[in-house]
């Protein structure tokens, strides 16, 4: 079984570390763990996809500030991150902590 978790960090912060924790009870018993994550990562025996990049982070930021529509930047990378996720084929996606400036939840969910 393949479970993808996207959150905003990955073993940084509380929810990063949860995220690496829940991967590495996963690994424990021999399902197979993907983690995609926004920003700052550690170190984790699940499989990484680091989502965006330090520019396209910045314009969603500035586009939420300048319109009030958190999570509706960074298509590109939403883009990137919808087809690693089509030809992974996860039989699980579990959205761990989906706000942070990394994705577009409108095209994520369509």
Do not use: C, Q
């Not at 829940?22 to 499989?47: D, F, H, P, Q, V």
């Not at 314009?59 to 300048?66: A, S, W, Y």
């Not at 087809?83 to 902590?97: A, G, Q, S």
């Amino acid at each position: 079984m393949k479970i993808f978790h996207i959150n905003s960090t990955l073993n940084t912060g509380s929810v990063g570390k949860i995220v690496k924790e829940i991967g590495e009870i996963i690994l424990n018993n021999s399902y197979e763990s993907i983690i995609a994550y926004g920003r700052k990562n550690g170190l984790t025996n699940s499989k990484e996809i680091k989502i965006g990049n330090r520019w396209e982070f910045y314009l969603h930021v500035l586009k939420t500030r300048l319109t009030d529509r958190h999570g509706f930047g960074s298509y590109f990378s939403t883009k990137s991150l919808i087809d690693r996720i089509i030809f992974i084929k996860p039989d699980i996606i579990h959205l761990h902590n989906i706000h942070g400036y990394y994705f577009n939840i409108k095209l994520l969910f369509n």
